[in-house]
């Protein structure tokens, strides 16, 4: 396998992770942050204590928050940055030089909300006919970087870049499928953190098991509607990148989407939890961006709809539940 240069965009707990998997399979790789304070801090203690603690980050890793240095000559071009932040990176990109030839891989989870527009579209739209491929999948970082078997799912309508890039990712604890829906794959990382966030009020508000079941698979038929609307094939929710996503992010203790829903039971409400929040919750702007899509297609969301009206318009929990409950009758 060619040892092509690589750099990751984001210095997160997963762009983090990504960094050291690739830099242990002996490729070169640059970590990029957009913070040059913090930059320099992991490039001296070698351990991201602020989104990934306990975890060490090789030597060989160059860490920088120089963007045109980043871009500049590599072979893959990793893009691991809160949805809501990308075009502005992009942008930037876009007035460097020597990053024309580089293949871009999003494993970003998220929407833009004034577009509606899914990852790889705003990649498109900002650097042209570049080659762009997706990472998605049950990846919760730390357990990645720990060593935990996990599988994902990488999705381009290239089989040549998708086998490569199997590749490059593919690693003994690092299980790596390929998929030609890039939209479904895209969607299915995306529109789960909503129902993750129902899941944990659910939690917040002391309900059970038999709830968390019912919003499982309930929110699984939301995601496939809004999916079949906009092109995805539905089988792919089924999948690794799909319904293996949506369990691991509503039942895991690490699920920030989850944990903020959580809260939101127990009685706060989202400018409290902002106010303190270091890591990005991609579920919270996903809703809002899945409620103007489900308006815009006429599909009916109703478990989105209602986690809209929890966080955006402060509509208590348990009356968001009781309105689930009680909608008119009708066939599964």
């Known amino acids: 396998m060619k040892k092509i240069n690589i750099t990751v965009l984001g210095d997160g707990g997963w762009g983090t992770t990504l960094a050291i998997l690739l830099s242990k399979k002996g490729f070169k790789v640059t970590l ?44 893959l071009i990793v893009l691991a940055i809160p949805s809501q932040h990308l075009r502005s990176v992009l942008e930037k990109i876009k007035k460097n030089s020597g ?29 042209g006919n570049v080659k762009i491929a997706v990472l998605s999948g049950p990846t919760i970082a730390h357990e990645v970087a720990g060593g ?38 895209e969607l299915g990382g995306s529109l789960k953190n909503i129902i993750a966030i129902a899941c944990g009020i659910s939690d917040g508000l002391g309900f059970g098991t038999n709830t968390k079941a019912a919003i499982l698979a309930r929110g699984l038929v939301e995601i496939s509607r809004l999916g079949s609307a906009m092109g995805a094939k539905v089988h792919t929710f089924s999948g690794i990148s799909g319904l293996g996503d949506l ?35 991609e579920g919270v702007p996903t809703t809002k961006s899945a409620y103007a899509l489900s308006r815009k297609y006429a599909i009916q969301m109703p478990i989105t709809k209602e986690i809209y009206s929890v966080l955006y318009k402060n509509k208590p929990p348990l009356k968001a539940v009781r309105d689930l409950m009680t909608r008119s009758r009708k066939g599964e």
């Not at 120089?66 to 000559?73: H, I, K």
């Open 32 to 75: 990029w942050g957009a913070f040059p304070d913090y930059a320099a801090y992991l490039d001296k203690k070698r351990v991201n204590s602020r989104f990934l603690p306990g975890i060490h980050i090789p030597k060989g890793i160059e860490i920088t928050s120089d963007l045109e240095r980043a871009t500049t000559d590599k072979g």
């Open 99 to 127: 990053w024309h030839n580089s293949v871009f891989l999003s494993v970003i989870k998220g929407i833009e909300i004034s577009s509606l527009k899914r990852m790889s579209e705003l990649i498109h739209e900002e650097l």
């Open 148 to 185: 935990i078997p996990t599988t994902a799912v990488v999705a381009s309508a290239d089989e040549r870049l998708n086998k490569e890039l199997q590749s490059i990712f593919m690693a003994e604890r690092f299980r790596v499928y390929t998929n030609d829906d890039i939209i479904g794959v």
């Open 247 to 281: 369990v691991t992010t509503c039942f895991s203790p690490h699920s920030r989407n989850r944990s903020i829903g959580e809260q939101i039971g127990r009685g706060k409400n989202l400018k409290q939890l902002e106010a303190h929040m270091r890591m990005v919750a």
